[in-house]
């Protein structure tokens, strides 16, 4: 073989094996290093009812979860189908462009002591393999992403990451929030429900950006 088409087919393979190992790990080491146990990540979601709720709460981000640190692995607890822990590199993979961002507590080193974390992550426990609330209701029965970080920060810390919010107070004017609304209430839209959007909590002046690439 031709010393030069040698070279070439190496190259390629170099190449390629670069690219796989970025699909794979989606974020970079230096970004790990900042990483802390309660930190909370967004990204933009891929299903079906992302663009919907873009358009309702005008925000770019439409799913997040808690970030903990176990055995030396980072996991973000997040309320999917259903609530569950996910790898953060798989997390991250599930998530357009793999853009995500993360935020903390500005105060999180008084706040988030290790008995917290730990009170916090046992409490998280109590909705593990509850089902994803395609409602956006505010019982515990069913529970959507936003809602889970709300409430365990809530509950534990006695922070509100976010103002709630009406239904009636999001954007429900556009044909793809009308139907969303139309196939999961019909003619009996809940408008006075509490809502925690994403949104509210990515703005919140409590949190700062650690991460964002």
């Not at 919907?52 to 189908?81: D, R």
Request: aromatic share 10%; net charge positive.
């Amino acid at each position: 073989m031709p010393k030069i088409l040698l070279l070439v087919l190496l190259g390629l393979v170099a190449s390629l094996s670069i690219i796989s190992y970025q699909k794979v790990n989606p974020i970079k080491e230096e970004a790990i290093q900042k990483i802390q146990s309660g930190d909370i990540i967004f990204h933009i979601s891929l299903s079906g009812q992302g663009k919907a709720i873009q358009l309702a709460t005008k925000s770019k981000y439409t799913h997040c979860g808690i970030i903990y640190e176990e055995n030396g692995q980072f996991w973000v607890y997040e309320a999917i189908q259903p609530v569950q822990k996910t790898p953060l590199k798989e997390w991250i993979q599930r998530g357009d462009k793999q853009h995500y961002v993360i935020k903390r507590l500005k105060n999180a080193s008084q706040v988030l002591t290790p008995d917290i974390l730990k009170q916090m992550k046992e409490y998280g426990k109590t909705f593990q393999g509850r089902n994803y609330d395609i409602y956006f209701s505010w019982t515990d029965e069913r529970i959507y992403c936003s809602e889970l970080v709300w409430k365990i920060y809530n509950k534990i810390t006695g922070i509100q990451i976010g103002t709630l919010q009406k239904l009636r107070e999001f954007d429900l004017t556009s044909p793809e929030v009308k139907q969303k609304m139309k196939e999961r209430y019909g003619n009996n839209i809940p408008l006075d429900e509490d809502v925690i959007s994403p949104a509210r909590m990515f703005n919140s002046e409590l949190l700062t950006t650690i991460v964002s690439n």
